[in-house]
Protein backbone atom coordinates (compact mmCIF):
# COMPACT_ATOMS: atom_id res chain seq x y z
CA UNK A 1 0.00 0.00 0.00
CA UNK A 2 1.01 3.56 -0.69
CA UNK A 3 3.30 4.87 2.09
CA UNK A 4 4.70 8.54 2.65
CA UNK A 5 7.44 10.25 5.17
CA UNK A 6 7.55 13.50 6.74
CA UNK A 7 10.18 15.66 8.80
CA UNK A 8 8.29 17.24 12.21
CA UNK A 9 10.80 19.84 14.08
CA UNK A 10 9.75 19.68 17.77
CA UNK A 11 8.90 23.16 18.91
CA UNK A 12 8.39 24.41 22.62
CA UNK A 13 4.67 24.32 21.91
CA UNK A 14 4.57 21.01 21.01
CA UNK A 15 5.91 20.00 24.74
CA UNK A 16 4.70 19.69 28.40
CA UNK A 17 6.76 21.67 31.01
CA UNK A 18 9.48 19.18 30.83
CA UNK A 19 9.90 19.61 27.85
CA UNK A 20 8.72 16.41 26.54
CA UNK A 21 6.20 15.93 23.86
CA UNK A 22 2.57 16.50 25.20
CA UNK A 23 0.63 13.02 23.70
CA UNK A 24 -2.20 14.51 22.08
CA UNK A 25 0.51 16.58 19.55
CA UNK A 26 1.03 13.33 18.42
CA UNK A 27 -2.53 12.80 17.41
CA UNK A 28 -2.42 16.05 15.85
CA UNK A 29 0.71 15.03 13.70
CA UNK A 30 -0.77 11.66 12.65
CA UNK A 31 -3.90 13.53 11.22
CA UNK A 32 -1.87 15.99 9.60
CA UNK A 33 0.24 13.08 8.38
CA UNK A 34 -2.66 11.60 6.60
CA UNK A 35 -3.88 14.49 4.89
CA UNK A 36 0.00 14.33 3.69
CA UNK A 37 -0.52 11.15 2.41
CA UNK A 38 -3.33 11.73 0.81
CA UNK A 39 -1.72 14.87 -1.29
CA UNK A 40 1.22 12.63 -1.79
CA UNK A 41 -0.67 9.78 -3.44
CA UNK A 42 -2.56 13.37 -5.99
CA UNK A 43 -5.10 13.99 -3.85
CA UNK A 44 -4.65 17.20 -1.49
CA UNK A 45 -7.71 17.45 0.50
CA UNK A 46 -9.55 20.51 -1.27
CA UNK A 47 -9.17 18.20 -4.48
CA UNK A 48 -10.80 15.18 -3.06
CA UNK A 49 -13.43 17.40 -1.51
CA UNK A 50 -14.14 19.17 -5.02
CA UNK A 51 -14.01 16.48 -7.03
CA UNK A 52 -15.47 13.25 -5.38
CA UNK A 53 -18.07 15.34 -3.62
CA UNK A 54 -16.88 14.06 -0.54
CA UNK A 55 -16.82 16.43 2.89
CA UNK A 56 -13.39 14.22 3.99
CA UNK A 57 -12.35 11.52 5.66
CA UNK A 58 -12.82 11.74 9.60
CA UNK A 59 -11.19 9.14 11.99
CA UNK A 60 -13.60 6.78 13.76
CA UNK A 61 -11.00 5.09 15.47
CA UNK A 62 -8.02 5.64 16.98
CA UNK A 63 -5.01 4.59 19.19
CA UNK A 64 -1.36 4.85 20.18
CA UNK A 65 1.24 2.60 21.30
CA UNK A 66 4.25 5.27 22.98
CA UNK A 67 7.75 3.54 23.32
CA UNK A 68 9.75 6.10 23.87
CA UNK A 69 9.41 10.11 24.40
CA UNK A 70 10.29 12.60 22.43
CA UNK A 71 11.70 16.23 22.96
CA UNK A 72 11.64 19.70 22.47
CA UNK A 73 14.74 20.27 19.56
CA UNK A 74 14.15 17.14 18.17
CA UNK A 75 13.73 16.43 14.66
CA UNK A 76 11.31 13.46 14.21
CA UNK A 77 10.40 11.66 11.10
CA UNK A 78 6.50 10.01 10.44
CA UNK A 79 6.29 7.22 7.85
CA UNK A 80 2.47 7.00 7.37
CA UNK A 81 0.91 3.89 5.21
CA UNK A 82 -2.53 2.77 4.28
CA UNK A 83 -2.81 -1.02 6.23
CA UNK A 84 -6.41 -1.80 4.83
CA UNK A 85 -8.58 -0.48 2.25
CA UNK A 86 -12.33 -0.93 2.47
CA UNK A 87 -15.38 -0.21 1.09
CA UNK A 88 -16.29 2.79 2.76
CA UNK A 89 -13.45 2.87 5.31
CA UNK A 90 -9.46 2.39 5.88
CA UNK A 91 -6.70 1.75 7.89
CA UNK A 92 -3.88 4.10 8.70
CA UNK A 93 -0.50 3.07 10.00
CA UNK A 94 2.07 5.58 11.57
CA UNK A 95 5.62 5.13 12.42
CA UNK A 96 7.14 8.11 14.08
CA UNK A 97 10.83 7.45 14.58
CA UNK A 98 13.38 9.16 16.67
CA UNK A 99 16.32 8.75 14.52
CA UNK A 100 16.92 4.87 13.97
CA UNK A 101 14.23 4.57 17.51
CA UNK A 102 10.62 3.92 17.28
CA UNK A 103 9.19 6.61 19.40
CA UNK A 104 5.27 6.15 18.43
CA UNK A 105 2.95 3.62 16.67
CA UNK A 106 0.14 5.36 15.81
CA UNK A 107 -3.38 3.45 14.51
CA UNK A 108 -6.50 5.18 12.84
CA UNK A 109 -9.42 3.68 11.07
CA UNK A 110 -11.18 6.32 8.75
CA UNK A 111 -13.98 6.56 6.86
CA UNK A 112 -14.92 8.85 3.52
CA UNK A 113 -18.15 10.37 3.93
CA UNK A 114 -20.51 12.97 1.76
CA UNK A 115 -23.35 14.89 3.30
CA UNK A 116 -26.88 13.04 3.79
CA UNK A 117 -29.43 13.48 0.89
CA UNK A 118 -31.86 14.17 3.42
CA UNK A 119 -29.68 17.04 4.86
CA UNK A 120 -29.43 15.08 8.23
CA UNK A 121 -25.32 15.55 8.65
CA UNK A 122 -22.99 13.31 6.82
CA UNK A 123 -22.66 9.38 5.89
CA UNK A 124 -20.37 7.01 4.68
CA UNK A 125 -19.73 6.24 1.03
CA UNK A 126 -18.31 4.10 -0.88
CA UNK A 127 -14.55 4.57 -1.83
CA UNK A 128 -14.02 5.12 -5.38
CA UNK A 129 -12.02 2.96 -7.28
CA UNK A 130 -9.58 5.81 -8.49
CA UNK A 131 -8.90 6.73 -4.72
CA UNK A 132 -8.45 3.05 -3.98
CA UNK A 133 -5.79 2.23 -6.95
CA UNK A 134 -3.71 5.82 -5.96
CA UNK A 135 -3.85 4.74 -2.74
CA UNK A 136 -2.78 1.17 -3.20
CA UNK A 137 -0.06 2.23 -4.48
Known amino acids: MFSNTR ?7 HCDPAGIVFYPRYFEWFDASTAHLFAAAGLPKPEL ?4 GVVGFPMVDTRAVFHIPSRFGETV ?3 TRIARL ?3 SF ?16 F ?4 LVRRAA ?10 PREIKE ?4
Open 49 to 52: IARF
Open 91 to 106: EVEHRLMRGEKLAVEG
Open 108 to 111: EKRV
Open 118 to 127: DGSGIEACPI
Open 7 to 13: RVEIEWG
Open 134 to 137: MLAG
Open 77 to 79: EIE
Open 86 to 88: GRS
